[in-house]
């Protein structure tokens, strides 16, 4: 089954620690994305990227970083330069047309303690 | 500014009713599609239908309809025959070029809940 995949589901870590969020897909969409959300809220992008080796800041890129090794896979570390990590993160993909919706994964909730 | 509006951020519909959820839009880009996303209390984020900008007719899948007048920037999305089940928040999305490639914009949601 062709799909995105993120590991964990749920994710615990001290302050001050930094934390990588996993996505893979198998759907050979060359665009990859990660979104941030708050409890009640819309959804925020993080970073984006177009191809393998190349990537793109969005809205709220401070404090996060992203590889883009492997066209499968745009795993998200969440540094300890975030100042408010605890949060719902969604990762998605697409193919490159403007007809083209997105895809997305199960989302990791991550907690800060 | 915005680049999606949504102006309910909550509706309630009883069960077996009609609802719209509204939606606009701004862009300049002539080639760009619009989405509508469900996001139940799961969290996972389904996505429900699209409509392109050169599209003439008004997309339909199933009890989901688009209505959508691209003259005032408007994809406001109709659900027919509501059911429990569809209580869940409801995101408008467009797809545009920006300086990169093609690029999501979402809006802030509709929590839609629906009523036995």
């Known amino acids: 089954d062709g799909g995105i995949t993120q590991s964990p589901k749920y994710l615990f870590r001290k302050e001050g620690q930094n934390v990588t969020l996993s996505c893979e897909q198998n759907?050979?969409?060359?665009?990859m994305y990660w979104y941030r959300q708050d409890p009640g809220q819309g959804l925020r992008l993080i970073y984006y990227s177009q191809i393998v080796n190349d990537f793109q800041k969005g809205d709220i890129a401070e404090g996060y970083s992203v590889s883009r090794e492997k066209k499968e896979s745009f795993p998200l570390t969440v540094t300890s330069a975030q100042k408010n990590p605890t949060a719902f993160y969604l990762c998605?993909?697409?193919?490159?047309?403007?007809?083209?919706?997105?895809?997305f994964g199960p989302g990791t909730r991550l907690t800060v303690l | 500014a915005q680049k999606i509006t949504q102006t309910q951020p909550g509706m309630f519909v009883q069960e077996k009713e009609a609802v719209t959820l509204d939606c606009t839009y701004d862009?300049?880009?002539?080639?760009?599609?619009l989405f509508w996303y469900k996001q139940p209390s799961s969290g996972e984020m389904i996505f429900l239908i699209y409509q392109g900008s050169y599209d003439q007719q008004n997309a339909t899948e199933g009890r989901y309809s688009l209505n959508f007048q691209k003259a005032r920037k408007s994809a406001n999305l109709v659900i027919s025959a509501s059911q429990l089940g569809d209580s869940a928040m409801y995101f408008c999305a467009m797809r545009e070029r920006d300086n990169y490639g093609q690029n999501f914009v979402f809006g802030p949601g509709t929590r839609l809940s629906v009523l036995p």
């Open positions: 759907l050979n969409h060359d665009a």
């Open positions: 862009t300049s880009d002539p080639s760009y599609g």
């Open positions: 998605a993909s697409s193919l490159e047309r403007y007809y083209n919706e997105q895809f």
